[in-house]
């Protein structure tokens, strides 16, 4: 099984701030790697695919960056509506899809 | 536009099977490339990826969980279902079903529907 982690687990930041969050896989996926933002109580929302590629309708201040085992969530200027958790998600495996454990971004 | 909602029992009672059914409209689970899977999230916790229907039939399953899945579509009827046998306490979750996507590049679940909490207690 390909494991997934992220780091950190979770953050506090200002609006305006830049904001890294990373994840890692255990194995090299190459770029099959989704980023997923989730506001509480509401269903999760692609942000990025394939490591780098912007979801249709996803502000540009989201960009994705890695492959093989490290990848790389950016949030460049930190927005109000911004405040969320954050997962990603590995595809490599089709016989068994991934998930990080999540990280949560919260207002300094 | 691509819409997808769950619907099942809120509530069910350790032992029983769980039945999901997610009604979907904007695609049709007979293009190739496209699938629908499920996904659940027990409260507080983070999202567990449970199986996969492709276009073509062809299913996959979260391996801990195979022996207790089973993954259908009815295509015409634009419905996937999910059953999950012998329910535990521990499978209280939020119950989501989401539109797959795969190119050469890559595979991604997107939109989802709104998700459904079911709750395993007696």
């Known amino acids: 099984d390909i494991q997934m982690t992220q780091s950190p687990s979770s953050l506090s930041a200002s609006v305006g701030d830049r904001v890294t969050i990373t994840c890692r896989a255990s194995q090299g996926i190459s770029t099959f790697l989704n980023w997923y933002q989730q506001k509480p109580g509401k269903a999760p929302k692609l942000l990025i695919y394939?490591?780098?590629s912007l979801q249709s309708g996803v502000p540009s201040r989201f960009s994705g960056s890695g492959s093989g085992t490290d990848f790389t969530l950016t949030i460049s200027g930190l927005q109000p509506e911004d405040f969320a958790t954050y997962y990603c998600q590995q595809t490599y495996s089709t016989l068994f899809f991934t998930f990080g454990p999540g990280t949560k971004v919260e207002i300094k | 536009q691509i819409t997808l909602r769950e619907s099942g029992p809120t509530l069910v009672k350790p032992t029983q099977t769980l039945t999901l059914t997610c009604t979907f409209s904007g695609f049709s689970l007979s293009t190739p490339m496209l699938g629908l899977g499920w996904i659940r999230q027990p409260p507080g916790q983070a999202l567990e990826w449970l199986a996969l229907i492709y276009w073509n039939d062809d299913k996959r399953y979260r391996p801990s969980l195979e022996s207790r899945l089973t993954i259908t579509k009815d295509a015409p009827k634009n419905q996937v279902v999910l059953t999950m046998t012998n329910m535990d306490p521990v499978d209280t979750a939020t119950y989501y079903c989401a539109h797959f996507r795969a190119i050469p590049a890559g595979r991604w679940f997107d939109p989802w529907g709104q998700g459904t909490l079911v709750t395993v207690s007696s």
């Open positions: 394939a490591a780098s």
